[in-house]
Nanobody, 119 residues
């Protein structure tokens, strides 16, 4: 079994910055891609950013130039640095990752961390 635990969410004023983290634990051989998704009230969950095991990154257009995804493989951790935050960034942010395990390729989600940006 694999677990993902997000942290670092909170309340910040518009224009501010926040860094959220997601540490993974459990039994697996390798983490391939990792990513952050978000879900605002009344909206569908959307992809924010992804990073592969060769550190290729991808961002949704609305966060390009403001958010940076990174990972520390030694710590099994993925980060999302969020700068120039806007009220529309308010959402629950979820960590997601793909793993190679003894049972094959598996995908897991974290429980989410709330990010609230006040205007």
């Amino acid at each position: 079994q694999v677990q993902l635990l997000e942290s670092g969410g909170g309340l910040v004023q518009a224009g501010g910055s926040l860094r959220i983290s997601c540490v993974t634990s459990g039994s697996f051989f390798r983490i391939t891609s990792m990513g952050w998704y978000r879900q605002a009230p009344g909206k569908q969950r959307e992809l924010v950013a992804t990073i592969t095991d060769d550190l290729s990154t991808n961002y949704v257009d609305s966060v390009k130039g403001r958010f940076t995804i990174s990972r520390d493989n030694a710590k099994n951790t993925v980060y999302l640095q969020m700068n120039s935050l806007k009220p529309e960034d308010t959402a629950v942010y979820y960590c997601n990752a793909n793993y190679q395990t003894s049972l094959g390729t598996r995908n897991y989600w974290g429980q989410g961390t709330q990010v609230t940006v006040s205007s």
